[in-house]
Structure formats: structure tokens, C-alpha cells
């Protein structure tokens, strides 16, 4: 499977944001998938995860209550509704695909996008 993020940019505190991350690939629809996020000089975190059919979803405790993650099945797609977002979110965002759940740790995933930069001046 190949992913592949949109959406990032440059918004204030307290704004909103949404990725996207389109997947392809025939088995693509199967997958786990997950966002994950960079910020300069830290370690990758997970921040949220959802199940191949979309019908359950997990979150990092950070982002809990701001985030909202949701799968387009029709079209391979997944979401990421960024609500209340604050410095602190600043990072680069990865989309990322595995078959174990809950995908809350590198090791569980098995790809990667190339991510997309999200950025928030207060």
C-alpha cells in the first residue's frame, strides 16, 4: 500500500485544520491506519488510530476531545479533523498503515507517508 498525506499548512492558535491521507493499493481497504506526528528534536508519537472497517478509533491522550479521526472506505481515504489546535501540535504529520490494532507504536506500522507540515503560531 502507498499513502499519501494533504492538508497541512500554517494555521493560529485555537484554529482547525483536516488532513487527508489517500491510500492505494488493491488491499489498501484492509489496513489499520493511523496518523502519527514529529515535532523538531522529538521522538515520532502516535496520535490517533482507526480500524479497517472505520468502526472504532483510539487517540493519544494529548489530543483527545480536539481530534477526530474518520475513514472514507469508498475511497481509501482518511481523515484527520484537527480542532483547538494549540503550539504544541506543531509537528510533521505522518499517515501510516499496519495490520495490528490498536497501531498506537512505530513498530506496529508497516508503512508510511512522506507527511505533511502543520503549523501553529499563537
Known amino acids: 500500500v502507498q499513502l499519501q498525506e494533504s492538508g497541512g499548512g500554517l494555521v493560529q492558535a485555537g484554529g482547525s485544520l483536516r488532513l487527508s491521507c489517500v491510500a492505494s493499493g488493491r488491499t489498501a481497504s484492509r489496513y489499520v491506519m493511523a496518523w502519527f506526528r514529529q515535532a523538531p528534536g522529538k521522538e515520532r508519537e502516535f496520535v490517533g488510530g482507526?480500524?479497517?472497517?472505520?468502526?472504532?478509533?483510539t487517540y493519544a491522550d494529548s489530543v483527545k476531545g480536539r481530534f477526530t479521526i474518520s475513514r472514507e472506505s469508498a475511497e481509501n481515504t482518511m481523515y484527520l479533523q484537527m480542532n483547538s489546535l494549540k503550539d504544541e501540535d506543531t509537528a510533521i504529520y505522518y499517515c501510516?498503515?499496519?495490520?495490528?490494532?490498536?497501531?498506537?507504536?512505530?513498530?506496529?506500522?508497516?508503512?508510511w507517508g512522506q507527511g505533511t507540515q502543520v503549523t501553529v503560531s499563537s
Open positions: 482507526i480500524m479497517s472497517g472505520g468502526g472504532m478509533t
Open positions: 501510516a498503515a499496519g495490520s495490528r490494532w490498536p497501531i498506537d507504536d512505530k513498530e506496529f506500522v508497516t508503512c
